[in-house]
């Protein structure tokens, strides 16, 4: 299960990846996707990523038809207030 490593990568934010890199700055070491250029600072992390880097996302929402690469992001867009507004 990469289930945690894959939403870690998911919510890299452009601000996320600055601080990543400042942290990488002390560490030295840093591992660039050679694919998109995106900077993890685990080598787990990157390749994580690189398996999916490219590729078409493959789970599509059946209610509006958006794409995701991460089952679980799917899963958590179709629980989210787009389709399951909650009551007020
Ligand atoms: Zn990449
Ligand atoms: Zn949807």
């Not at 894959?6 to 400042?22: C, F, G, W």
Request: aromatic share 6%; glycine share 4%; hydrophobic share 30%.
């Amino acid at each position: 299960m990469h289930a945690e490593i894959d939403v870690e990568i998911d919510r890299q934010s452009d601000a996320n990846k600055t601080r990543l890199l400042r942290e990488a700055d002390q560490t030295t070491v840093v591992f660039p996707c050679k694919v998109c250029g995106k900077i993890y600072i685990r080598k787990s992390s990157m390749y994580t990523h690189l398996r999916l880097c490219g590729q078409e996302p493959k789970y599509t929402c059946v209610l509006c038809g958006k794409k995701f690469k991460y089952k679980h992001r799917l899963q958590s867009h179709l629980t989210s207030n787009v389709h399951m507004p909650r009551p007020r």
